[in-house]
């Protein structure tokens, strides 16, 4: 069963470093996704990205954050100035239609960032 | 009031047991919707998708009521590896923004 992969499972950064969450999504799907779970929060909605551009961000994607399709497989996540606050998993879900369509959104297994 | 609100739980089942879990958003807009189980350090999978119809898939039935903006789940004859906990999920905005319930947890003991 094709899957979603994320690298690295794991993320260890210094504080105010830049960091880069990559993902390759399934391979015949048009819609991406970046959410993040802080530890025993729920699983936040960070952005949607659609035909090389975002289709909706959440209040907590500001500046600090930015997303890139630079190829034709990947799919990754930029965070500046990492801040204490934003460790936590982050997922990467892709679908093949948007969920308006009825379209389930398979998600990757996660990349852990601690930041130090 | 929260988007998409779940009863935490935890809710403590024999084996065998029926077991529903309700969840309630408060954006008409909301387009589509869909139950995920997630354990520990996990991601998210997904269980289901919730038709206006209602459906079924083996031991698990979901039901949408949009008038009152509500969506259930009920797992019948629990099995030890149903322990998780169930995320409600709702898309709005034409699918490109999904919202996530905290999630109910379950314990289903032998």
């Known amino acids: 069963e094709p899957e979603v992969t994320q690298t690295p499972s794991h993320q260890v950064t210094q504080m105010g470093q830049e960091v880069i969450l990559r993902c390759v999504p399934i391979s015949n799907h048009l819609y991406f996704y970046w959410y993040r779970q802080i530890l025993g929060q729920k699983v936040e909605f960070l952005v949607s990205?659609?035909?090389?551009?975002?289709?909706?961000k959440s209040e907590i994607f500001d500046d600090q954050f930015s997303v890139e399709r630079p190829d034709g497989s990947n799919f990754t996540l930029k965070i500046r100035s990492t801040k204490l606050e934003d460790s936590a998993m982050y997922f990467c879900?892709?679908?093949?239609?948007?969920?308006?369509?009825?379209?389930?959104?398979?998600f990757g297994d996660g990349t852990r960032l601690s930041i130090l | 009031r929260k988007e998409v609100e779940q009863d935490p739980g935890p809710f403590n089942v024999p084996e065998g047991a029926t077991v529903a879990f309700n969840c309630t958003y408060s954006n008409s807009a909301s387009q589509s919707f869909f139950w995920y189980r997630q354990d520990c350090r996990k991601e998210p999978k997904l269980l289901m998708s919730?038709?206006?119809s209602g459906n079924e898939d083996g031991r698990f039935t979901a039901q949408l009521n949009r008038a009152s903006q509500y969506i259930s789940l009920l797992i019948r004859d629990s099995k030890l590896s149903d322990s998780a906990t169930y995320l409600c999920v709702v898309n709005i905005a034409g699918g490109f923004k999904t919202i996530f319930g905290a999630g109910t947890r379950l314990f289903v003991k032998a």
């Open positions: 919730v038709y206006s």
């Open positions: 990205f659609y035909n090389n551009e975002i289709s909706e």
């Open positions: 879900a892709s679908s093949e239609a948007a969920g308006g369509f009825s379209q389930p959104q398979h």
